[in-house]
């Protein structure tokens, strides 16, 4: 420990801690605010991904289209103009319900886990996307999306030793910069298992910072 340095506490070892992403924690997010979204705002510098993948849906997208791990809907209802139907699919009841609520005529919802499957018909869909959502359906994906059509894949994965600033600022709180890329690499592994053509790969880097509460 270097002098003056405050180290955290590591928070996977409380007794009340959630792993990120897991079921349990999305039902508890859901129960405090009905919402996949933190309770705070941010400022950031360079690039917004999501706004270049949502050029890239605006593009793509037409027919039927599946939105993976949907959230609490909206994110998958800006896209009712683009399609004939959308689908948002979703693990977490509370999301679900926050979603059926707010929904577009030509959007519905449907509750389920993709490591059991998309309970689908096959070739149903002309584009199927997520956006840092699960990666458990790629093999399902293949089957329900339609020859010829598209699969768009959003995930955050890692920075090769950069991007992870707040491990140096909150050791402890939040793991070290670390070399390599093991998200990536477990990301292709799965798409190399599935008969997908990869039309193209981009990554992007975004810089936050100044972190507050949100007021209500």
């Known amino acids: 420990m270097r002098p003056n340095e405050i180290v955290f506490p590591n928070m996977n070892e409380h007794p009340d801690y959630l792993r990120g992403q897991s079921k349990e924690w999305c039902q ?36 039927k289209v599946l939105d993976v791990g949907c959230g609490h809907g909206e994110f998958t209802n800006k896209w009712a103009s683009f399609a004939d139907e959308v689908v948002g699919y979703d693990m977490t009841e509370g999301f679900i319900a926050t979603a059926n609520k707010h929904k577009k005529p030509n959007v519905r919802y449907v509750i389920g886990r993709t490591h059991e499957g998309l309970p689908f018909p096959n070739d149903y869909f002309d584009v199927a996307y997520t956006k840092k959502g699960p990666t458990s359906w790629y093999q399902e994906g293949n089957r329900v999306v339609r020859p010829g059509g598209s699969l768009i894949l959003f995930h955050p994965v890692d920075g090769n030793g950069k991007g992870s600033e707040l491990g140096e600022y909150f050791p402890g709180l939040f793991p070290p910069p670390s070399k ?18 990869i039309y193209s790969l981009d990554t992007y880097r975004k810089l936050y910072g100044f972190l507050h509460p949100k007021m209500y």
């Open 28 to 63: 508890q997010l859901a129960s405090l605010t009905g919402k996949y979204e933190y309770t705070w705002n941010f400022h950031h510098e360079g690039l917004i991904a999501e706004n270049i993948l949502a050029k890239e849906l605006e593009f793509h997208l037409h027919g």
């Open 180 to 197: 390599g890329t093991p998200v990536l690499d477990v990301i292709m592994e799965d798409l190399l298992k599935v008969d997908l053509s």
